[in-house]
């Protein structure tokens, strides 16, 4: 079985920064791709950023030069670093993990961008 567990959620000001965090263990052998995804109330989940295999990153458009995402393999870790945050990316934010034909989630970290 394979676990994520989230943290870094908060409430932070427009303008501020977060960092997530997606701590993963168990029996994972190949990572064929992980990310962050995130959902707002009323709305569908939506991936925020995107890496697989080769190293291959993507964004979704509205958090280019925004945000980052990297992973420390030292530590079995995903990040998200977020800059500059806006209202609009208040949501909770989920990592996903996907390893052969199986996907597997975290339980989410709640992200509030308000003043």
């Known amino acids: 079985q394979v676990q994520l567990a989230e943290s870094g959620g908060g409430l932070v000001q427009p303008g501020g920064s977060l960092r997530l965090s997606c701590e993963t263990s168990?029996?994972?052998?190949?990572?064929?791709?992980m990310g962050w995804y995130r959902q707002a109330p009323g709305k569908q989940r939506e991936i925020v950023a995107g890496?697989?295999?080769?190293?291959?990153?993507r964004y979704v458009d509205s958090v280019k030069g925004r945000f980052t995402i990297s992973r420390d393999n030292t530590k079995n870790t995903l990040y998200l670093q977020m800059n500059n945050l806006k209202p609009e990316d208040t949501a909770v934010y989920y990592c996903?993990?996907?390893?052969?034909?199986?996907?597997?989630w975290g339980q989410g970290t709640q992200v509030i961008v308000s003043s």
């Open positions: 996903n993990l996907r390893q052969n034909d199986n996907e597997y």
């Open positions: 168990g029996r994972i052998f190949i990572i064929n791709g």
């Open positions: 890496m697989v295999t080769g190293g291959i990153i």
